[in-house]
């Protein structure tokens, strides 16, 4: 245990000071952990005594990897995307894959190793994208919408890839078939699986994480439970199946309910950090012996990615109707390799599709891929200006799916904090007035009522970064806390100073003393509950001194308790 312990962290701190010399150039953190698997490997600067603990760390971080994409998965997201992105999504692949097979093979690749790398090159990496378009802004601008669906679109082509893969897997029940028989019944396998998943999505799960959902510490042990188990389920011998299909699924399975948020908040961290072990043991295990074989092919086909797959998507994107600058900038963001052709050339390597060499090429296409477009996205708008003549090329039908197109950003919005008993009140008056608001509440019942009548809510903690971002707490004019709890309120007040928030704010204080440390810290107005309650009362007997109004706004009480 000593030796793990020692082991991890020798590992890590060497990652962490990577990692901060790669943040200096705004390099994502991804190619550090590729770099230090180098150092502990190839470089053998350091010898692994462990591999077998971290491998086992690793898959877990792939497991929830996979875990996060299922869980952010929305059928209905999709369906908004349109047919148009989904053509630009899946012809982006195939051409890529066509084009990047002829390349491989030009370059002396064997036939089946040009298929599964040119597979891996389709595809771009989510994590990374992601990362780039947060620190731009960018996440919700048209270009970024559509740059989210292709990704969301890849990621189911690469989840049938794996299952592919998995499909020749021999297992205690097909083994000795011929193959098209064994992928038949892994095909039958999946399905089933998918249906039990949906069952339980539509008629456990949401029932269970009603009560889980309540409990912070709960709702992590459950859906940790449920992801890792699930996963081990479908790798059995009498399923088959790889431990990244079974976290895919889980995380599926949780994507509809209310609470789908709050996990995705708790688990990212632990996710960040098993996939930090994945990414090290992957770099440790390239075989540098083959670099002068494949440094040459590496160059082109990192070309290849840097510039035609762009381009494809740019051609595609402008056949869909959008602008030239729109597709340029949905084009820069995905010229470069994903994590899941990293895990792609892993397996392939593991059931002996391509060799080591060839593994080593992905990955190394990988990294120059990532750093250079990483600058392509920085400076996109830089390179729009100098191309924007040759781009006029491109514009097939002038914009016509651009025009008339709004955006639902959330912008000079009100986020309201609470959404129950006081926080009604407001969702009311809100409603009322036409103000644009979101709510964030950590009951999934209260979120889950709130979205059945048509009011925009996330279930979460507003202290978690994750939350705060998607409720768009840096953009809002107004923050309304109906959370009578002084720290929590603190809490939020030090996060929205630290990040220079600009938002006026309203917060709720349990008695006279939290008002006055509140309003010591220059909050625009603190609610005190009996203390309005005193004010509201005093007014009743004002108007009224013969009391016949107490019938009716005992009616109008009841009915908006909803009794």
């Known amino acids: 245990m000593t030796n793990i312990f020692l082991e991890l962290t020798v590992i890590l701190i060497i990652a962490g000071a990577i990692a901060f010399v790669i943040s200096l150039f705004r390099q994502p953190a991804i190619i550090a952990y590729l770099l230090t698997g180098l150092i502990i490997g190839p470089f053998g600067y350091y010898h692994l005594h462990n591999p077998d603990i971290l491998k086992g760390l690793g898959e877990i971080g792939i497991t929830l990897l996979l875990f996060l994409v299922g869980l952010e998965l929305d059928i209905n997201q999709i369906r908004k995307l349109g047919a148009t992105i989904v053509g630009v999504?899946?012809?982006?692949?195939?051409?890529?894959?066509?084009?990047?097979?002829?390349?491989?093979?030009?370059?002396?690749?064997?036939?089946?190793?040009?298929?599964?790398?040119?597979?891996?090159?389709?595809?771009?990496?989510?994590?990374?994208?992601?990362?780039?378009?947060?620190?731009?802004?960018?996440?919700?601008?048209?270009?970024?919408?559509?740059?989210?669906?292709?990704?969301?679109?890849?990621?189911?082509?690469?989840?049938?890839?794996?299952?592919?893969?998995?499909?020749?897997?021999?297992?205690s029940f097909t083994a000795g078939l011929p193959v098209w028989e064994h992928i038949f019944f892994n095909i039958i396998k999946i399905l089933l699986l998918i249906w039990l998943v949906a069952w339980q999505s539509k008629y456990v799960l949401p029932q269970v994480m009603k009560v889980i959902g309540k409990s912070d510490e709960l709702l992590l042990v459950f859906s940790l439970a449920w992801a890792l188990g699930l996963a081990a389920l479908v790798s059995l011998p009498f399923i088959g199946f790889n431990l990244e299909i079974g976290g895919f699924l889980a995380g599926v399975a949780l994507a509809s309910t209310a609470v789908h948020y709050e996990i995705g908040a708790r688990i990212k961290s632990l996710r960040d950090f098993f996939i930090i072990i994945f990414f090290i043991l992957l770099g440790s295990g390239l075989a540098f012996n083959h670099l002068r074989e494949i440094i040459f092919p590496a160059l082109i086909v990192t070309g290849f990615v840097i510039v035609v797959k762009p381009f494809l998507v740019m051609v595609l994107v402008g056949l869909a109707g959008y602008k030239p600058r729109t597709g340029l900038m949905a084009a820069l963001p995905l010229g470069q390799v994903s994590e899941f052709s990293l895990i792609l050339a892993a397996l392939g390597l593991r059931f002996g599709y391509v060799d080591e060499a060839s593994a080593a090429l992905l990955t190394v296409v990988a990294i120059l891929s990532i750093i250079t477009s990483s600058y392509f996205v920085v400076h996109g708008e830089s390179l729009y200006g100098w191309l924007a003549p040759a781009l006029r090329l491109l514009d097939f039908r002038r914009g016509s799916a651009e025009k008339g197109l709004q955006q639902r950003d959330l912008k000079r919005h009100v986020v309201l904090i609470g959404g129950h008993r006081l926080g009604r009140h407001i969702i009311a008056a809100l409603q009322k007035l036409g103000i644009p608001f979101i709510v964030v509440d950590h009951n999934p019942e209260i979120v889950e009522e709130s979205q059945r009548l048509g009011v925009p809510a996330i279930c979460g903690d507003i202290a978690d970064s994750h939350i705060q971002e998607l409720a768009g707490l840096g953009k809002a004019r107004l923050v309304?806390?109906?959370?009578?709890?002084?720290?929590?309120?603190?809490?939020?007040?030090?996060?929205?100073?630290?990040?220079?928030?600009?938002?006026?704010?309203?917060?709720?204080?349990?008695?006279?003393?939290?008002?006055?440390?509140?309003?010591?810290?220059?909050?625009?107005?603190?609610?005190?509950?009996?203390?309005?309650?005193?004010?509201?009362?005093?007014?009743?007997?004002?108007?009224?001194?013969?009391?016949?109004?107490?019938?009716?706004?005992?009616?109008?009480?009841?009915?908006?308790?909803?009794?």
């Open 89 to 171: 999504a899946l012809g982006q692949v195939a051409l890529t894959a066509l084009l990047g097979f002829a390349v491989l093979r030009l370059l002396g690749f064997n036939a089946e190793t040009s298929w599964l790398l040119a597979a891996g090159l389709s595809f771009s990496s989510t994590i990374v994208v992601v990362k780039l378009l947060n620190e731009k802004q960018d996440l919700r601008s048209l270009y970024g919408k559509i740059v989210i669906g292709i990704l969301l679109l890849q990621d189911f082509a690469a989840i049938f890839l794996l299952v592919f893969l998995s499909g020749n897997q021999a297992d």
């Open 480 to 563: 309304i806390s109906t959370i009578p709890d002084l720290r929590e309120n603190e809490g939020l007040l030090e996060t929205m100073h630290n990040k220079h928030y600009k938002a006026r704010l309203i917060m709720t204080a349990q008695d006279e003393e939290d008002a006055l440390a509140l309003y010591g810290k220059n909050i625009d107005y603190v609610l005190l509950p009996h203390f309005i309650g005193g004010l509201h009362l005093a007014k009743i007997l004002e108007d009224d001194q013969r009391l016949t109004g107490l019938r009716k706004l005992r009616s109008q009480h009841l009915k908006s308790l909803g009794a």
